[in-house]
């Protein structure tokens, strides 16, 4: 999430990075066509200066409204902008030579952008695509100290045994057990510095505990999901709100595309997808339109040996992928892959770069885990375990 100092900040920043950029572009274009003769730098200077001045506020008026966000809403941007920055610019500089203002004048103007202007235009449209992107992302991700680290979740509903099983045979769950182990989870989150905030819970959605699938986060964007069990779809409405008022940014995959946020495993910019019974090719397509232009490359994982991905597959905060090997439908997707001696300890939620936390029912891998030199909290989560449930399941982390 991104305060308004720093978004305007950063847009100060990228405004004198394009205008400075498109600039020196241009006024080295025309120093070295006409000779490199050092007698035309005050002419070329004061025919393109205008120009950068008006692009500096555009562009910075729209950097402020992150308009320029996507490349492909960047290469408009730039367009507009230098068109618009040279014909003010142009029209500018006849003002200040005290010439007539007349139709000769603005049929001058009009014909520099066929001419003359021309390279101010195209330098801008690609200043726009690549400087003006970079410099926003480095002052944003430069100064995104996160002072709060957000997880949401959403307590057991009574109805919890009764909820859908893919993989396993149904057997009694204790809702009094689980309800302890979910307040256990909680306050190992709390314990490790996540201001956790409760969606409402719900009696009547039996797996809306499992608040993971339900929403994706990616930075400062949220993209809401579309269960792939028509018993879940309902879980999303709750979430939403918290999501809106948590001010991200909302997108939503939208049937006929399923999509459950255990098949989205994020490594870097690198989002592997579970293919497989919740999450189909429709509901990948959507989420590869939406994170694309936000840097993401998504891969499509076929799964079909567990509920969804991250039930086989997790990564650690060095991104290297850990899974229980029979259960991982081709480990061979993944650049590096460890395989750990239990089932259970698959799956871990990534607490900080040093620390990561995990099922208790798993101490072969614990040790594994710490050996490797990182920080292991467990937990027991056995109740959600029954339920085809892991420790990623029941949180969503906001950073």
Known sequence: MISVGRRLGAAFISGIAVAGTVYLATGLAFFTSNGAAAENLPAIAQYFLPMAAVLFVLYSLAAALEIHRYWYTAAVVGLVLGIISAVLGTALGIVATGAAW????????????????????????????????????????????PTRLIALVRAPSPRLGEGELTHLDRVPVDADLADTQWEGYVAALRANGFETIEV???????????????????????????????SRQAEVDAVRV???????????????????????????????????GRTNAEGVRQLRA??????????????????????????????????YADLVDNVDLYDRFLAVPEAEGAAVVVLSDDAVL?????????????????????????????????????????R
């Open 290 to 323: 939406i994170v694309g232009p936000l840097g993401y490359t998504v891969i499509a994982v076929p799964v079909e040996k567990v509920l969804h991905l991250k039930s086989g597959v997790t990564a650690l905060p060095d991104g290297t992928v850990i899974g």
């Open 200 to 230: 409402p819970a719900a009696e009547e959605l039996a797996d809306s505990v499992f608040i993971e699938d339900t929403v994706v986060i990616f930075g400062d964007a949220a993209v809401l999901t579309s269960p792939g069990a028509e």
């Open 102 to 145: 007349n139709a000769e004048a603005m049929a001058f103007i009009l014909a520099t952008l066929l001419g003359t202007n021309l390279i101010f235009v195209v330098a801008t449209i690609v200043a726009a695509m690549t400087v003006g992107r970079r410099v926003w992302n480095a002052v944003v991700d430069g100064a995104a100290q």
């Open 358 to 398: 995990m099922s208790s029912s798993a101490p072969k891998t614990a040790a594994l885990i710490e050996d490797l030199g990182y920080r292991v909290v467990t937990v027991d989560v056995s109740e959600f375990e029954k339920m085809e449930g892991c420790v990623t399941c029941l949180s969503v982390r906001i």
């Open 242 to 276: 918290s999501v809106v008022t948590l001010g991200l940014e909302l997108h939503e995959i939208v049937q006929p595309g399923t999509l459950d946020g255990g098949d989205v495993l994020k490594v870097g910019s690198t989002v592997y997808v579970g293919r497989g």
